[in-house]
Structure formats: structure tokens, C-alpha cells
């Protein structure tokens, strides 16, 4: 399978590419939603995880910034989901 990445721009305009890890779609708000990681660890030497609304323009992924708290929400169901899943 192959992996899905797309570019970011950090604070000081360095390049980060960041992987895929889940997408979901919610029938109800019509709204796109997205699970990646820029592959770095916490000081728990885990995977950093980092969700997004998102929107697909030409194969390019635009991330969202989540303002409304039922966002937040969804998102943060939906690495809880993921995490489970690996276990």
C-alpha cells in the first residue's frame, strides 16, 4: 500500500512532508477530516499525531485550522478510533 503524504510549511517556512494516516468524511456537517504525523516522537517517544479539517484542491491537501468545538471533537474521536485500532 502506498503512502499518502502532502507538504506544510512550519513557523519559519521550513518544508515538512507529513504521512497520511486516516481521513473521514461526516455525512451530516459535509465535512472532510483528516489524521497525519510529521513522523516526529513526544517525550514519550510516541508518534505525534495531528488532526485537521481539510480540503483535497488538484491531488493537494489544504489543511483547515478547527475553530468550532464539535470539530475538535470529532477529530480527536477519531485518533482515539485509530490508536484503538493499532492496539
Do not use: P, W
Not at 486516516?22 to 513522523?39: G, L, Q, R, S
Not at 508518534?47 to 470529532?74: A, G, T, V
Request: hydrophobic residues 30%.
Amino acid at each position: 500500500m502506498r503512502s499518502m503524504q502532502f507538504a506544510v510549511e512550519d513557523k519559519n517556512g521550513r518544508k515538512i512532508i507529513c504521512e497520511v494516516i486516516a481521513t473521514y468524511h461526516d455525512d451530516e456537517t459535509n465535512k472532510d477530516y483528516i489524521v497525519y504525523t510529521d513522523k516526529t516522537l513526544d517525550e514519550n517517544k510516541k508518534l505525534k499525531l495531528y488532526y485537521s479539517l481539510y480540503k483535497q484542491i488538484d491531488n493537494n491537501i489544504k489543511l483547515i485550522d478547527i475553530k468550532d468545538s464539535e470539530d475538535k471533537k470529532i477529530g480527536l474521536q477519531l485518533i482515539k478510533e485509530i490508536i484503538n485500532d493499532i492496539k
